[in-house]
T-cell receptor, first 111, second 114 residues
Framework: RKEVEQDPGPFNVPEGATVAFNCTYS??????FFWYRQDCRKEPKLLMSVYSSGNEDGRFTAQLNRASQYISLLIRDSKLSDSATYLC????????????FGAGTQVVVTP | SAVISQKPSRDICQRGTSLTIQCQVDSQVTMMFWYRQQPGQSLTLIATANQGSEATYESGFVIDKFPISRPNLTFSTLTVSNMSPEDSSIYLC???????????FGSGTQLSVL
């Protein structure tokens, strides 16, 4: 089983709609969580950190569920420019702070 | 956030040749990381480049195939040696910064081996 798993999608979302997807992690020692956005053939770019209390950045909301060991990302009022692959990144304290990457969830926002 | 310049941005190479990828950071960092991302897959850490010491390679990656240099705290190179089509991938350098140790990436090198 992979340490970090994501639904690869694609999630086809009409413009203006809301989309949400999760990322599950298997290591209970996971300590830090991030969402990255990656456009086709480009480098991943940090979208937001994920905090225990949940956090929001404009149209994006990230949440952490430690009991069920997953994080989520919700995008409201989707824009065409939100089309990308969203990578989940987890840092585990028991592996010298190594980062574990999910394979990404593809989101396609359609007009 | 760190500004990381990586070059070349892409290259098409012949089997058996080598390619050196350069990564320049706008600030001094202790460690630089080299990742590979094969099509449709997650990022895989190749090695951690430490200034003044040999790089630390992850399982499945060896120095002879991926020699790394780290001559100072702002620069590193990764060489992909004796390339085969299986080496076709995006190669990314990265650094971690800030209290949360967030990871920032260079723009990547898209390598195609014929």
């Amino acid at each position: 089983r992979k340490e970090v798993e994501q639904d690869p999608g694609p999630f086809n979302v009409p413009e203006g709609a809301t989309v949400a997807f999760n990322c599950t992690y298997s290591n209970s020692a996971s300590q830090s969580f991030f969402w990255y956005r990656q456009d086709c053939r480009k480098e991943p770019k940090l979208l937001m950190s994920v905090y225990s209390s949940g956090n929001e950045d404009g149209r994006f909301t990230a949440q952490l569920n430690r009991a069920s060991q997953y994080i989520s990302l919700l995008i409201r009022d989707s824009k065409l420019s939100d089309s990308a692959t969203y990578l989940c990144v987890v840092i585990n304290l028991d592996s010298w702070g190594k980062l574990q990457f999910g394979a990404g969830t593809q989101v396609v926002v359609t007009p | 956030s760190a500004v990381i310049s990586q070059k070349p941005s892409r290259d098409i190479c012949q089997r058996g040749t080598s390619l050196t990828i350069q990564c320049q950071v706008d600030s001094q960092v202790t460690m630089m990381f080299w990742y590979r991302q094969q099509p449709g897959q997650s990022l895989t850490l190749i090695a951690t480049a430490n200034q003044g010491s040999e790089a630390t390679y992850e399982s499945g990656f060896v120095i002879d195939k991926f020699p790394i240099s780290r001559p100072n705290l702002t620069f590193s190179t990764l060489t992909v040696s004796n390339m085969s089509p299986e080496d076709s991938s995006i190669y990314l350098c990265s650094v971690r910064q800030g209290p949360e140790e967030k990871l920032f990436f260079g723009s990547g090198t898209q390598l195609s081996v014929l």
